[in-house]
C-alpha cells in the first residue's frame, strides 16, 4: 500500500487531512508543528506517491 510505505508523520498528516477533514492548524496542534509545516509534510507525502505511481507504472501519472 502506498500511503503505509510513507513515512509515519507525513501518513499521519495525509489521513488526517483527506480521511478525517481535520485542517492544517488541527492538525499541527496534534503534531507539535506549525499549519506551514503540515502543508510541507502534505506535499511530500503527495509527491512521494506520485512518484512512486510513475515509477511502477510507466506513462501513467497522476495529475498536479
Known sequence: D???AL???ERFALRMRF???MTGLEIGAMLGVSE???SQLIKAAIQCVRT???ERFPGYSLAD
Request: positive net charge; aromatic residues 6%; charged residues 20%.
Open 19 to 21: 480521511y478525517t477533514g
Open 2 to 4: 502506498l500511503i503505509n
Open 52 to 54: 512512486t505511481v510513475s
Open 7 to 9: 513515512p509515519e508523520r
Open 36 to 38: 506551514s509545516r503540515v
